[in-house]
């Protein structure tokens, strides 16, 4: 688990446009985005609190 080659890649892409549009995506991406670095801030946060 966790190799993704292009044509995986490509699928994920195509199924996403089919069931988002392309209008969403961008605003799906963005929201991706900014909980993932919401994440590694609390983690980060988490960790030097330890110290």
């Known amino acids: 688990m966790g190799n993704l ?3 995986e890649l490509f ?4 199924v ?3 069931i988002f549009g392309p209008a969403k995506l ?5 929201a991706a985005g ?4 919401e994440f590694k ?5 988490n960790d030097e609190r330890k110290d």
């Open 16 to 18: 996403c446009l089919v």
């Open 11 to 14: 699928l994920i892409l195509v």
């Open 26 to 30: 961008p605003e799906i991406g963005k």
């Open 5 to 7: 080659g292009f044509s």
């Open 34 to 37: 900014k909980a993932i670095r």
């Open 41 to 45: 801030s609390a983690v980060n946060s």
